[in-house]
């Protein structure tokens, strides 16, 4: 951001104090190790965005120490200074990066209670001259001098290393799924471990090297084991293991045809089954039950589902790839994220939360745009349809208007969801669903199986309903246009007009027992 004019200025150290702290600071970016350094991140716990802060370059003698607060000024801020690492929370404080749009942007702000700084943002104050700007800690007022954006590359992230007990089975890598054997690994550390593994420090993993350090890992590993386990990391077959290989090994590549994650592509879209504990169990949680009482209802269960049930079981979960709509997603968010800063006053005044949060927390979601994780509930006949051309609100209606409807409850979409007829249909879509998720991967049909996607969705500045026609805190119309139900009325007080980007109809009116939330626009969806 352009705080004090700072925008594209490094986070660098200068002014040593004495053996122990040094002061931090914006600097204009020349191509120096003093202004441009490197930093770690060593994850606290990745899937909440907490992390510590360590400078790793050695300017000013400093490399090692923790990105800390000291000498607080005042009720509103303290200077931010690098300090010898003693293990202490002062030293070694945990920060927090909120995602702020696009790919490795964040807020940082101080987790830990340290000189009473907690919740305070990573901001730049006091110009010192041209070239460089005091940081400081900020207490939060929602401006952009309180809240900058700051670009960090590579952007930090929570990877698993898996060290196999044995040898890899036929198609895997060794990176099999054993609780006991995971280790978190912030990739910014990727290349620490490399070199513990690079003994002679050529840039290259020998065969004896990589032995040594996985015997001390696994002393029950057989030879012919790590054979085994060197030559499926070994891609090129050249007798040792270069960066890039070791890289693909620690972070599992989902393109690498010898991983875990099987792949398919077709019609500028990839599946991978997902296998991270994490993201199956941010999933998992979403497709909980908590109101079995609510399951059964709906025109599509009572026509095709005549057994009673009380919960629904993850069988497989598929992640979508499509970089042409992401990126089409991606610029929509931006967009209703810069239109929120004109409205975000009266957006305040309303609970935008949904029951889905905690597990939109989990596997991240952009806060500037009120993006948000919702389901959606179809038929097989449909899923292949979705894949390709995303939730198309132009074919889409409802009792709310012409829009991709989404839900927060999964006894909601379970009302939507039909069970998979087989093959025995002949319908060539569910034939060619068949094949791409099931037959070309090696997975097993499990049967009686439904389906429904997990979505992120842009909700912006949604209006309220509970009749589908009339806001629910102005009593005005929701439509821009009633007989057509296709575009939401306008906010109230925006000049350029802005429109409402979503409707959510709350329990009481026309729903019963769970929210409808609906998306007008298909490309703020994605599956």
């Known amino acids: 951001s352009n705080v004090e004019n700072q925008h594209g200025y490094g986070l660098a150290v200068h002014q040593r104090r004495n053996g122990g702290s040094c002061h931090v600071l914006t600097h204009k970016l020349r191509g120096t190790e003093r202004d441009l350094p490197h930093w770690e991140f060593e994850a606290v716990d990745g899937s909440r965005g907490l992390y510590r802060i360590t400078f790793s370059s050695n300017q000013e003698k400093a490399a090692g120490y923790g990105l800390t607060c000291h000498q607080r000024r005042n009720n509103e801020s303290g200077h931010v200074i690098i300090h010898r690492k003693r293990g202490t929370e002062r030293d070694s404080p945990v920060w927090k990066l909120e995602p702020a749009g696009g790919s490795g942007f964040f807020r940082i702000q101080m987790e830990s209670d340290v000189e009473g700084m907690h919740g305070y943002g990573l901001t730049a104050h006091q110009r010192r001259n041209t070239t460089s ?36 089975t036929e198609g895997q890598s060794g990176m099999i799924e054993d609780e006991d054997y995971d280790v978190p690994v912030n990739p910014g550390r990727i290349n620490v471990i490399f070199q513990k593994f690079d003994f ?117 979960v598929w992640e979508i790839t499509q970089p042409a709509k992401s990126e089409v997603y991606n610029a929509k968010k931006q967009q209703t994220a810069a239109n929120l800063l004109e409205t975000q006053d009266e ?91 099931y037959d070309e991967p090696g997975l097993a049909h499990p049967g009686a199986v439904f389906y429904c996607f ?11 309903t509970l009749d589908g026609e009339t806001c629910l805190r102005s009593g005005a119309s929701v ?18 007009p802005l429109h409402y980007d979503s409707l959510i109809a709350e329990v009481g009116g026309k729903v019963k027992r769970h929210r409808e939330l609906l998306v007008f626009d298909g490309h703020c969806v994605c599956p």
């Not at 700051?150 to 930090?156: D, E, F």
């Not at 504990?277 to 399951?295: E, Q, R």
């Not at 993006?371 to 609100?393: C, D, R, S, W, Y």
Request: charged share 25%.
């Open 133 to 168: 700007c005091h940081v400081i800690l900020h207490r939060l007022h929602g401006t952009e001098r309180d809240q900058p954006i700051w670009k960090i590359w590579p952007p930090p992230q929570i990877a698993t290393v898996q060290v196999p007990p044995s040898a890899p």
């Open 200 to 316: 002679d420090g050529n840039g290259t993993i020998s065969r004896e090297d990589f032995g040594r350090v996985m015997s001390t890992l696994n002393a029950a590993m057989a030879e012919k084991d790590l054979d085994s386990m060197f030559a499926a990391i070994d891609s090129n077959e050249d007798g040792t293991i270069d960066y890039c290989e070791f890289v693909t090994w620690v972070m599992g590549d989902p393109g690498a045809s010898r991983g875990m994650i099987k792949n398919v592509d077709q019609s500028g879209w990839r599946l991978d089954e997902v296998t991270n504990a994490h993201t199956l169990g941010a999933i998992c949680g979403m497709l909980s039950v908590p109101d079995p009482h609510n399951l059964g209802y709906g025109r599509d269960v009572r026509d095709h589902w005549k057994t009673e049930y009380s919960r629904l079981t993850v069988q497989y």
């Open 347 to 437: 957006l305040s005044k309303y609970d935008t939360s949904t029951k889905l949060d905690r597990w939109g927390e989990i596997l991240g979601v952009d806060g500037s745009a009120t993006e948000k994780f919702l389901m959606h509930g179809t038929k097989p006949q449909t899923v292949l349809a979705i894949i390709q051309n995303g939730l198309n609100e132009r074919v889409s209606g409802g009792l709310f208007g012409k829009g991709a409807y989404l839900a927060e409850d999964a006894s909601k979409i379970d009302q939507y969801c039909t069970p998979d007829p087989g093959l025995r249909s002949g319908d060539e879509n569910i034939k060619y669903l068949h094949e791409k998720i």
């Open 454 to 464: 997990v979505v992120r969705a842009v909700l912006g500045h949604p209006v309220f």
């Open 479 to 496: 439509w821009f246009d009633s007989a057509d139900k296709r575009q939401l009325a306008t906010i109230p007080g925006t000049v350029p």
